[in-house]
């Protein structure tokens, strides 16, 4: 037996255990590759990759210790007696070598893989492989298969509430926080809105970010049910809730390989509405030739595939294709959109037009679930709700119930961005923006991003601003002004405004 110990070093999702090399209970003298092992004495075996060490200060002979994810996992306190055995590997692996040869899987495959990632049975190679090999073609049966076993054994039930509603956006849209509004309308009309949401992956800021500006949204999945119950409404970061846990160790090795497609993203997005209880979803296919989704053609064919998933599933799912060509509102970064939000919701009469066009028409659709409404009201409801302040009120009331945010401060590092040319803004290219306010800290400090101060179709003078950047950091600060140089962003009368 071994004595457990706690490291405490995070290996993004990858359980790691760590033996000495006089290991008294184990030979590791002939360890030559990686090696998996199966650690017993919790409830369940925990699976994780041998790591072997010759200091006797990080771990003793008779130790064995593990790093957060399986210290976590094992769920026992340190002293714990332990034993070891090699593991052999998932047999669901075979089903991997399949689909890399070209094969259809069968339902049964797809839950054999999500039940052994779950358990942490496979590396991150191994996920790696498997997405790589179904990233070539999912069929759409395939991708029913996929989201079914993503689902997991933890769904979210709603009591009696026949229409439980949230709204996902595909992204690739710089700012476009149009989740927070519409949460706050369709909570204040009274349909139940569990709203899910997702922290930066690749852009400036998700919507866990933005909203996180405001409030609190890493509650746990009681905490969650509770207020939906009680407000009708709540928005918390996926991460911290108990549900599709597969999901977020394949996105987190999605992000390392910086993979991306359609098939996968749909069956996550799905899988995790299914396992909040949400049973009405609206479904934001921005179009753009800088966003994720490049053309309608595209959009279309991804529209079906979701559709037949959904109704497969008994999910009632609108999707609508919107106008992705430009970024939405005016601040790009959590603080900034945060800002947007707020004006939009207070009223103001500088809240960004754009913003509060689309939320009402997205907050209408949802609305349009409620079969008292007739098709076309849901707009104008959704209106009276925002002008006469119950959206602000609903708002208030989320951010007070999950207890209010210490407020960031915008970057302090700023650089106007002006045009070198005289002309009208023609084109905003969403990829270059999105990345010029990562590059200057956006992701990471909630103050940075950019402030967009012209829009497509604003007008233009010689040496007016475009937009400002904003960093908290000044090395970010520094790259974010050394690469703007070369391309801003945007195009003034066909001719891109270069430096």
């Known amino acids: 037996m071994l004595s457990l110990k706690h490291l405490p070093l995070s290996s993004f999702n990858e359980n790691l255990a760590y033996l000495h090399k006089d290991c008294a209970a184990y030979k590791v003298d002939d360890i030559s590759t990686l090696t998996k092992i199966e650690i017993h004495g919790g409830v ?26 399986a210290f976590k996992q094992i769920n026992l306190p340190e002293g714990a007696n332990l034993s070891i055995s ?63 076993a993503l689902v997991g054994d933890n769904v979210f039930h709603w009591d009696n509430e026949g229409i439980v509603v949230d709204h996902h956006c595909l992204g690739g849209v710089p700012g476009n926080k149009t989740d927070i509004i519409i949460t706050a309308i369709v909570g ?8 899910t949401a997702s922290r930066s992956l690749t852009s ?20 969650f049910k509770k207020l939906v119950k009680e407000n009708r409404a709540a928005v918390a970061c996926y991460d911290g809730l108990n549900i599709a846990a597969a999901s977020k160790m394949i996105s987190s090795v999605e992000r390392q390989i910086g993979l991306t497609q359609q098939e996968h993203i749909t069956s996550s997005i799905l899988a995790i509405k299914l396992a909040a209880g949400v049973t009405h979803l609206l479904l934001d296919i921005p179009v753009g030739p800088k966003s994720r989704i490049k053309s309608t053609n595209e959009a279309m064919r991804l529209r079906k595939l979701i559709e037949y998933v959904g109704d497969m599933l008994s999910m009632e799912i609108d999707v609508v294709i919107t106008d992705g060509s430009e970024p939405i509102g005016n601040g790009v970064g959590a603080v900034l959109e945060a800002r947007d939000v707020m004006k939009v919701l207070r009223n103001k009469e500088d809240a960004p037009q754009d913003l ?14 409620d079969p008292k409404l007739r098709g076309g009201q849901g707009y104008l409801v959704a ?26 401060q915008v970057g302090h590092l700023t650089r106007d961005i002006v045009s070198n040319v005289s002309g009208v803004v023609e084109a905003i290219d969403n990829s270059r923006i999105n990345k010029i306010g990562v590059w200057a800290g956006a992701g990471q400090y909630p103050g940075a991003g950019l402030d967009l101060l012209k829009k497509v179709g604003d007008t233009v003078e010689q040496g007016e601003t475009l937009y400002r950047i904003h960093s908290c950091n000044s090395t970010d600060f520094a790259y974010a002004n050394s690469v703007v140089d070369g391309y801003t962003g945007y195009e003034i009368s066909g001719r891109p405004s270069n430096y």
């Open 188 to 195: 204040a009309y009274g349909l139940p809105i569990p709203k």
């Open 44 to 69: 369940k075996p925990v699976y994780a990759f041998l790591q072997v060490v010759d200091d006797a200060k990080l771990v003793k002979p008779t130790e064995i210790a593990l790093n957060n994810e």
């Open 86 to 148: 090699l593991s052999t590997p998932p047999p669901s692996l075979a089903s991997v070598k399949r689909k890399i040869a070209g094969n259809i899987l069968s339902s049964g495959e797809y839950s054999s893989i999500i039940n052994d990632i779950t358990a942490k049975r496979y590396s991150n190679m191994d996920i790696a492989s498997f997405l790589v090999a179904s990233g070539s073609f999912m069929s759409a049966p395939e991708v029913l298969s996929m989201t079914e």
């Open 356 to 369: 509060l066009e689309k939320s009402l028409f997205l907050a209408g659709r949802i609305l349009e679930f």
């Open 204 to 223: 400036c800021a998700g919507v866990a970010d933005t909203m996180s500006v405001l409030t609190n949204v890493d509650i746990d999945d009681k905490t």
């Open 383 to 408: 209106k009276e709700i925002l002008t006469s302040g119950r959206a602000l009120e609903m708002i208030n009331k989320i951010i007070h119930a999950q207890g209010k945010a210490p407020q960031p």
